[in-house]
């Protein structure tokens, strides 16, 4: 089964820092951009960085900065570390699939998720 | 960054009737656009890419048009099933963006 499963969401202090993590399987990650995309309760989806199968990184304006994206294709997996973190960093935050090897195209495949709060 | 503004935020709409959800890109997005259908606790589900190709295992209902800045998705037959959120979303220049979604209720 092809899926991504997110963890090391949780609450953290303004100011601090959280990795988040992306494990992928069913299918061949290195080949793939990977994106991630959060959420606040309630409100809609904002996309936040995204990463090349070569290692080419993007980044929102509002991250860009204090977050981090990379990837480590020989253990099939995504990461975000962000530092700096704000009470607007408060979201649920999704590990997503591109749908090709291209950079511009749809998320097919979404984690279920990983709540990050940012609060003291 | 390119603005994408769904209309209406809320459409009321009853089973069986048909439902047509827009979106409006700031600047062209050529026919790199995609809709995604969220329910409450779950995660996003593609459900249109390329404007008007649907993914896999969607549903015939769902259909999808349009390029350059106007794109419509429409639902011919609402099934209780399709009450939900809808976004639309850009991906033809970074930053992606997505609309402010347009949610379907009875």
């Known amino acids: 089964e092809v899926q991504v499963v997110e963890s090391g969401g949780g609450l953290v202090q303004p100011g601090g820092s959280l990795r988040l993590s992306c494990a992928a399987s069913?299918?061949?990650?290195?080949?793939?951009?990977m994106d991630w995309v959060r959420q606040v309760t309630g409100k809609g989806l904002e996309w936040v960085s995204g990463?090349?199968?070569?290692?080419?990184?993007y980044y929102s304006g509002s991250v860009k900065g204090r977050f981090t994206i990379s990837r480590e294709n020989a253990k099939s997996s995504l990461y975000l570390q962000m530092n700096s973190l704000r009470a607007g960093d408060t979201a649920v935050y999704y590990c997503?699939?591109?749908?090709?090897?291209?950079?511009?195209?749809?998320?097919?495949?979404w984690g279920h998720g990983a709540m990050v709060t940012v609060s003291s | 960054e390119i603005v994408m503004t769904q209309s209406p935020a809320t459409l009321s709409v009853s089973p069986g009737e048909r439902a047509t959800l827009s979106c409006r890109a700031s600047q062209s997005v050529s026919s790199n656009l995609a809709w995604y259908q969220q329910k409450p606790a779950q995660a996003p589900r593609l459900l249109i890419y390329s404007a008007s190709t649907r993914a896999t295992g969607v549903p015939a209902r769902f259909s999808g048009s349009g390029s350059g800045t106007e794109f419509t998705l429409t639902i011919s037959s609402l099934q209780s099933e399709d009450f939900a959120v809808y976004y639309c979303q850009q991906y033809n220049k970074w930053p992606y963006t997505f609309g402010q979604g347009t949610e379907l209720e009875i």
């Open positions: 069913g299918f061949t990650f290195s080949g793939y951009y």
């Open positions: 997503t699939r591109s749908m090709s090897g291209s950079s511009f195209d749809a998320f097919d495949i």
């Open positions: 990463i090349g199968s070569a290692g080419d990184t």
